[in-house]
């Protein structure tokens, strides 16, 4: 990824290009698992995503912090870029887990899962796109609020069913202790989710 340009600062696209990052990462976790099986090569690509996040994400910072003018409140930007950036690195943490508890296949609960993570990064990726002209797409923007906060209710469903499910049919301590953690990590995924579309649904509210 290129740096961004100090001219003319487009810092609604600064939104954008951190949660095309993030929805790639959650396509990319997707994709590792399509097959039911866990392709640890294509979990690696993540660190990739997450490196690439990181390193825009202080760009961003820099650009903001010798800013004159800004069009929302210096800390509403940082707030916005640091969510997104947050939502990218439970991503990476999801990955993590995978490879370091030696987690081979898929279940029930993390193909829902992972469902649902690459949804809400694909409806945070339109929330972004949307507030580009946020004074004209409130209704567009609230419609991607509403869908965002839909599927964090939907992951807790899913949390609340999985642990449930595990719990009535494992045995195995081990077992259980890695699915519990892994299935918080992807919970706390949707929640970060939920969070960068709360913060924006702040923002909106204070210029409306």
Same mark, same amino acid.
């Given at each position: 990824m290129g740096k961004i340009s100090r001219k003319n600062v487009d810092y609604f696209e600064m939104f954008v290009k951190s949660a095309s990052i993030a929805r790639d990462a959650g396509a990319k976790l997707k994709s590792s698992l399509a097959d039911a099986e866990v392709n640890i090569? $294509? *979990? !690696?690509? /993540?660190?990739? *995503?997450?490196?690439a996040g990181d390193i825009h994400f202080h760009e961003c910072l820099k650009i903001i912090d010798v800013a004159f003018i800004t069009p929302i409140d210096r800390s509403d930007l940082v707030a916005v870029l640091n969510g997104i $950036?947050?939502?990218t690195d439970s991503i990476e943490l999801i990955a993590n887990s995978f490879f370091n508890m030696c987690i081979t296949s898929s279940s029930e609960g993390i193909g829902k899962f992972i469902v649902l993570v690459e949804q809400a990064c694909e409806s945070l990726l339109k929330l972004m796109a949307e507030l580009k002209l946020f004074k004209k @797409? /409130?209704? @567009? /923007? @609230?419609?991607a609020?509403?869908? /965002? @906060?839909? *599927? $964090?209710? #939907?992951g807790d469903k899913v949390y609340r069913e999985s642990m449930r +499910?595990?719990? $009535? +049919? #494992?045995?195995?301590? &081990?077992? &259980? &202790?890695?699915? !519990?953690? *892994?299935?918080q990590l992807f919970e706390n995924a949707i929640d970060g989710c939920e969070d960068v579309a709360d913060t924006v649904e702040n923002i909106i509210v204070s210029k409306t």
């Open positions: 090569e $294509e *979990l !690696k690509q /993540i660190k990739d *995503l997450e490196h $950036e947050n939502v @797409n /409130i209704g @567009n /923007i @609230n419609a609020i509403v869908e /965002i @906060n839909r *599927l $964090e209710e #939907e +499910s595990m719990f $009535e +049919s #494992e045995t195995d301590a &081990i077992t &259980i &202790i890695k699915y !519990k953690e *892994l299935y």
